[in-house]
C-alpha cells in the first residue's frame, strides 16, 4: 500500500516564529497532495490543494501568506506556518492521492503536532 | 462533493458485529464511496472503497445498496482496538475531500 511520511512529528516553537513541516510520498508518485488541520476532537479541515509545479489553491478562510506551500516534486510537499501564534497550534495532517488498480483513493500522514508557546 | 450524514457515535461490545450506516443523498455517477479510520492523534487510515454492490477486505466490508444513496460500513467481531472515530467520505476518487464530523465507535469489554 502507499506510504506517507511527515516530518516533524512534533514541534514545539516561540510565538512569531515560522516552522517549515514537509510532507512525503515514499513509494509513489504524487502530483497532488493535501493539507488538512485537526483541532481536539473535531474533523479534519481542509486548507489547501497542493499541486507539483504548481501554486497551491488555498480553501476559503485559509490564509496563502501565513500558510506557505511549496510542492515542488513529486513526492515532497511542505507546508510553512509564518510567524507562528499560539492559536496556529493544532495537527496538521497531509494526503496524496495514489491510483491503483483496486483502490484509488487519499493516503494520510502520520500528522504533525505543532504546539506555539 | 457530496453530504454526508452518520451518527455522531456508537457504542458496541467485543466480539460484536458493528454496522455504521451513513447517508448520501446526492451522490454523483462518478462519485465512490470511502470510508477510513482515525485514532488520536494519528491520521486517517483508509478501509474500504466501493462504488455499489458490496465489497469486502481482510478488515471490513461494505454495502451500497442500488440507488447508492447510503451506504454500511460492516465491521466484523470488534475488539478493544477498534475504537476510534470512522469517516464516510463520498465524492471522485482523484478529488479533494471534505470531511464530515464522522462517527466515534466506542467498544466495550
Known amino acids: 500500500g502507499a506510504v506517507v511520511s511527515q516530518h516533524p512529528s512534533r514541534v514545539i516553537c516561540k510565538s512569531g516564529t515560522s516552522v517549515k513541516i514537509e510532507c512525503r510520498s515514499l513509494?509513489?508518485?504524487?502530483?497532488?497532495m493535501f493539507w488538512y488541520r485537526q483541532f481536539p476532537k473535531k474533523s479534519l479541515m481542509l486548507m489547501a490543494t497542493?499541486?507539483?509545479?504548481?501554486?497551491?489553491?488555498?480553501e476559503q478562510g485559509v490564509e496563502k501568506d501565513k500558510f506557505l506551500i511549496n510542492h515542488a516534486s513529486l513526492t515532497l510537499s511542505t507546508l510553512t506556518v509564518t510567524s507562528a501564534h499560539p492559536e496556529d497550534s493544532s495537527f496538521y495532517i497531509c494526503?496524496?492521492?495514489?491510483?491503483?488498480?483496486?483502490?484509488?483513493?487519499?493516503?494520510f500522514g502520520p500528522g504533525t503536532r505543532l504546539t506555539v508557546l | 462533493l457530496a453530504k454526508t450524514t452518520q451518527p455522531i457515535s456508537m457504542d458496541s461490545y467485543e466480539g460484536q458485529e458493528v454496522n455504521i450506516t451513513c447517508s448520501h443523498n446526492?451522490?454523483?455517477?462518478?462519485?465512490?464511496i470511502t470510508w477510513y479510520q482515525q485514532f488520536p492523534s494519528q491520521g486517517p487510515r483508509f478501509i474500504i472503497q466501493?462504488?455499489?454492490t458490496k465489497v469486502t477486505n481482510e478488515v471490513a466490508s461494505l454495502f451500497i445498496p442500488a440507488d447508492r444513496k447510503s451506504s454500511t460500513l460492516s465491521l466484523p467481531r470488534v475488539s478493544l482496538s477498534d475504537t476510534a472515530v470512522y469517516y464516510c467520505?463520498?465524492?471522485?476518487?482523484?478529488?479533494?475531500?471534505?470531511f464530515g464530523k464522522g462517527t466515534r465507535l466506542h467498544i466495550l469489554p
Open positions: 494526503s496524496a492521492h495514489w491510483g491503483a488498480e483496486n483502490t484509488d483513493t487519499q493516503y
Open positions: 513509494d509513489f508518485q504524487a502530483t497532488t
Open positions: 497542493s499541486n507539483e509545479g504548481s501554486k497551491a489553491t488555498y
Open positions: 446526492n451522490i454523483a455517477t462518478n462519485d465512490y
Open positions: 466501493g462504488y455499489k
Open positions: 467520505l463520498v465524492g471522485a476518487r482523484d478529488d479533494k475531500i471534505i
